[in-house]
């Protein structure tokens, strides 16, 4: 008998069946559009049922010169009328060819460039269906007043794609900017400038909305200045017509952020633009939500990084969001209560209000007063951590988990992606061993279940992942990275944990989650690793591990690529 190596919708299926599978999907989306009278051109149509994954591939712009080329764009060379500037420039060490180029790393702490995004749509099987490239200045006949939008290739935080509270549409976030531009990741947005981040240029983040039969929609937005907008849903029930993002703000050098960098970062609202992309005119960023830790009776911190938000989602009108990484706040998972009645009188944790309504407007604060801001944060606190979550200090040596992706497979039942920790061993030959689960235990597929009063973590899944275990990618370097600028470490990425996640419903109880994985290796930046999309089946009412589940691989990023976020297509039922 073949093996089982997937659950969907009831059915067991094999290598065999899931080719088969395939094909019949795709014979089957051809007849559809027949019916209705469309055509069925590559890259233009969602059919319900198949999975989007956002993917980046990289481009050598032939921009970098080592010794040559200064970093970080626009520093202030060295000379003997200015032996210590500000921002003083670092020659590149290496060129611009992939993957030796993030060796810059080591001079340029901002390093980071511009890449071209891919929507790919796959049936449930992984077989790639069709393939949309996003507007971006390679393409011919676009100009730099052109829409488009691209990625920084090494940021792994980005790109998550969401569907919209409808399900009608598809969201996902990057920068108003050309492919093979440096450190976009790492500037100012042009409408809230920190003088102290060391990266000259200002890009506009922005937001990309992306339809039923691939036309694209974005919009310009100053939030996330200095680092990087991840994700965005929006609000189409009865005609919101809003967007609510994640991401975080702040490069600058001060120990105080400006409140221009506070009022930028975390949980952000957005109206969409009717313009294109070159008219708009985006306003000051406004936010949606607002987290402390001193609602947790914590010592305040750095008040613009507690809200250093990396995954959200949207379930039964609430807001999720997750922080994950940094040393300050609390790595957990959070909700926004835009009742104003539950944050302000728990002690930061909380469970939403039952029959709540997602926010329509923006965060009315307490004060805009630029040094009460720097002081507070954005009152009042709309925000706490779900009841039952970890409320340990991110900067805490033991206990600390790293929450990304959020999938509600029921009301009381809820998946939660852990990335890793990131750790690395000393040493070549125990360089993995931290990625195995012994050293990183929160890695992996959390399923937390609700008892009625509050979320306890169930298990988690982790099998066929292979934490730890090194694998190869044709093309890819092998060996250590030994040359200019390297770590000495090996170049094979392995497995760390689980980026953004989605799921389906089956009809015998179970539930089939995919996710993106996250990696370590020797590479200059990890972020540039190619990653995997994965998927396994659960059952939806187990509360102990089922020895039998198990991850398998249905897509590997080629030499050059990464992958980044994954939904279901627009128009996919909900069981």
Known sequence: ?????????????????????????????????????????????????????????????????????????????????????????????????????????????????????????????????????????TQPGVTATSDQLVTSFSSKSELALNLSVDGNALTFMGYYAPVSAIDVSNSNTPGEADPTNPVGPAYYRSVGQIETFGSFHFTKTNAFTGDNGRAAILNDNSGAGVYYMAGNAGNGTGKVQPASTILSTGAQFLTPANEAESLQTPGTPTAVGSFNVTQLGDKIDKVGKDTNFRGMTVYNNVLYYSKGSGSNGVNTVYFVDPTGTVCTDTNGVGLPVSG???????????????????????????????????????????????????????????????????????????????????????AGLQKWVFNGTQWNLAYTLTNGLNLGSPYTIPGYPTGLNNGTGGTGFPWAPATDGLRNITGNVNFDGTVTIYAITSTISGSGDQGADPNKLVAITDKLDATTLPSSESFITLETAGNGEVLRGVALTPGTPKL
């Open 1 to 137: 008998m073949s093996e089982c190596i997937l659950k969907k919708f009831g059915r067991c299926l094999t290598a065999r069946t899931l080719l088969a599978g395939a094909a019949l999907i795709a014979c089957a989306a051809a007849a559809q559009a027949q019916d209705n009278g469309l055509s069925l051109l590559p890259g233009n149509l969602f059919i319900p049922g198949n999975l989007v994954v956002t993917r980046s591939v990289y481009t050598n712009g032939n921009n970098i010169t080592p010794q040559v080329t200064n970093l970080p764009p626009g520093c202030t060379p060295v000379t003997t009328s200015n032996p210590t500037p500000a921002d003083p420039c670092t020659p590149a060490v290496t060129s611009s060819a992939y993957p030796y180029v993030f060796n810059n790393d080591s001079a340029d702490g901002s390093f980071g460039i511009t890449s071209k995004i891919y929507i790919d749509q796959l049936t449930p099987f992984g077989f790639v269906f069709t393939s949309l490239e996003v507007p971006n200045s």
């Open 356 to 442: 709540a309504i997602l926010p329509l407007s923006p965060l009315a604060l307490v004060s805009t007063n630029p040094t009460t801001i720097q002081a507070n944060g954005l009152q009042p606190d709309n925000m706490c951590v779900l009841k039952g979550f970890p409320t340990t200090l991110a900067k805490a040596s033991t206990g600390v988990s790293y929450p990304f992706g959020m999938w509600f497979a029921s009301p009381t039942v809820l998946y939660v992606a852990d990335e890793g920790s990131g750790n690395t061993g000393s040493t070549a030959t125990d360089f993995y061993s931290a990625a195995t689960p012994a050293q990183n235990p929160t």
